[in-house]
């Protein structure tokens, strides 16, 4: 058996299968398969994250050596935060090629520096080797006294997220398969994969969420696991689709919905809250400056569908993975 033929995540469940015989996940605060690890100390929780960056299967065409430095640091903090955790302190694992540019190098190490510092993460070192290719591992530590799980939507609870989709998806099929857009259409488009950005404001409101999860594997996907883990329907009224996705899929005759449920990377947070709470964390994120967009409603039973013209259309349980 190969890895392309089972995924990623079937490749995980295999590591996790070992681990748990061994009871090194006995008694864990946050169980397989949720965004990061934890450990209880006292009357907090210590978080754990670690997140990976390859340049051949990462890294998208174009991108700055500064963009990519910060996408280390957003990768690891998008799934903190999505456990309502502050994150605190980051360490790296860097292996380059021999003949690699140390300019490139520094920018590299600037990125990183930049963002960790607008998100008030502190760097405190790492590790250096020789790679084939360019290979950043992040390890990320942050504190909570409270952590959000995907497992905590109750039936009646709103579903939201933190921003619109389908802008990366559009920016692959630009990049990777030659779809056509104008050139301020593109480039405002492809800045959701050159710069893209954790929603740490997403912490101001982390006392009202019941359950949540970074949505960097596609929002279809993200949905289904959280329904899947809370045991409950999820019913979707409002897909948050990103304007220029829905101009982009215009232009090209594509469909805005798949763009918008079927990318990847986007890094929002995809959340439920308790219906009688709504309108307060309406108010924070009002006065916080950031966008909250509800987009529907949980209900009992299984699975996530799209309620459209009176009719329910299940989305389907996909979206990125590697290996496949």
């Known amino acids: 058996m190969k890895a392309f033929e089972i995924g990623e995540r079937k490749i995980i469940d295999i590591i996790w299968s070992i681990l748990e015989k061994d009871n090194h996940l006995l008694d864990q605060v946050l169980p397989h398969p949720d965004d990061a690890s934890a450990i209880k100390l006292n009357d907090h929780y210590i978080l754990l994250k670690t997140d990976m960056l390859v340049r051949k299967t990462d890294i998208p065409k174009g991108m700055r050596m500064e963009k990519i430095g910060s996408k280390v640091i957003v990768m690891n903090t998008s799934d903190m935060i999505s ?181 990847g990377e986007e890094y929002e947070i995809v959340f439920t809250v308790k219906k009688d709470k709504w309108n307060e964390v309406l108010e924070i994120a009002k006065n916080k400056k950031f966008e909250i967009i509800k987009i529907g409603e949980v209900f009992p039973g299984r699975g996530v569908f799209l309620v459209k013209n009176s009719k329910e259309i299940e989305i389907p349980y996909k979206g990125w993975e590697h290996f496949k």
Not at 157 to 180: P, V
Not at 183 to 194: M, Q, T, V
Request: aromatic share 10%; glycine share 8%.
């Open 83 to 263: 456990k309502g955790a502050k994150p605190l302190a980051f360490l790296y694992s860097l292996g380059i090629p021999r003949n690699f540019s140390i300019k490139k190098l520094k920018s590299i190490i600037i990125g990183m520096s930049k963002k960790a510092k607008d998100y008030g993460i502190k760097i405190l070192g790492g590790d250096l080797g020789e790679a084939d290719d360019l290979i950043i591992s992040g390890f990320l530590i942050g504190i909570s006294k409270r952590i959000i799980k995907r497992s905590g939507a109750n039936i009646g609870d709103i579903i939201a997220t933190t921003g619109r989709f389908g802008n990366t998806s559009a920016s692959y099929k630009i990049l990777l398969e030659g779809f056509y857009a104008p050139r301020n259409l593109r480039r405002k488009i492809c800045k959701s994969i050159y710069e893209p950005n954790a929603k740490i404001n997403f912490l101001s409101i982390c006392d009202y969420v019941t359950s949540s999860m970074d949505s960097s594997d596609g929002l279809a996907y993200t949905l289904n696991e959280l329904s899947k883990s809370s045991n409950l329907c999820f019913k979707i009224y409002n897909i948050p689709i990103a304007k220029e996705a829905i101009e982009f899929a215009k232009l090209n005759s594509l469909n805005p919905e798949e763009l918008a449920l079927y990318g």
